[in-house]
């Protein structure tokens, strides 16, 4: 198994551009995240999805947005990219049949700045 | 809301030296409690845990007890080693619905041979 991938692992954005972050996971978790990691800060959960067709929003949402169209990729959109949003961000999943021993395998990241 | 305090970084220790690592949270119900490390230039990845209070999570020589009365769930080890180098992230679950995460800060060790 590949666990989670991540793509791209680098990618720098001007003021103004949009991209899609691309996460896929091959261990058919139900559950999946997307976090963004800012430097000396611990992660912070943007959005996740307990299941294809359903997604729904964390801590700190605004200017992105997520699909989750199968249970394996769980795409995170930037429209308007802004210096505010430059981070790792990191994607992540689980499987809720492990209700007591939710442990959440995560992908390498991806490092974003927007210039 | 849940949150969760570790004690501020970086920390720097010798080889072989006794590690602490302070994690404090604050929580509705009864969370599980995580310790999950970052390797440089990697993702994070699950060192221990815990579920239950008393309950103590072990991994690669690193140990965290469950503390209910004082809300912690301190992350030890005996004798470090160069490879211990690493960011280290406290965090804690409601283990319940989407079971998400909510982390410290995270704490920088580096570890000099």
Known sequence: NAGVTQTPKFRILKIGQSMTLQCTQDMNHNYMYWYRQDPGMGLKLI????????TDKGEVPNGYNVSRSTTEDFPLRLELAAPSQT?????????????YYNEQFFGPGT???VL | GNSVTQMEGPVTLSEEAFLTINCTYTATGYPSLFW??????????????????????SNKGFEATYRKETTSFHLEK????????????????????????????????????
């Open chain 1, 47 to 54: 959005y996740y999805s307990v299941g294809a067709g359903i």
């Open chain 1, 87 to 99: 981070s790792v961000y990191f994607c992540a999943s689980t499987s809720p049949d492990r209700v």
């Open chain 2, 78 to 113: 005996g004798s470090v080693q160069v490879s211990d180098s690493a960011v280290y992230f406290c965090a804690l679950s409601e283990g319940t619905g989407a079971q998400k995460l909510v982390f410290g800060q995270g704490t920088r060790l580096t570890i000099n041979p």
């Open chain 1, 111 to 113: 490092r974003l700045t």
């Open chain 2, 36 to 57: 999950y490390v970052q390797y440089p230039g990697e993702g994070l990845q699950l060192l221990l845990k815990a579920t239950k209070a008393d309950d103590k999570g």
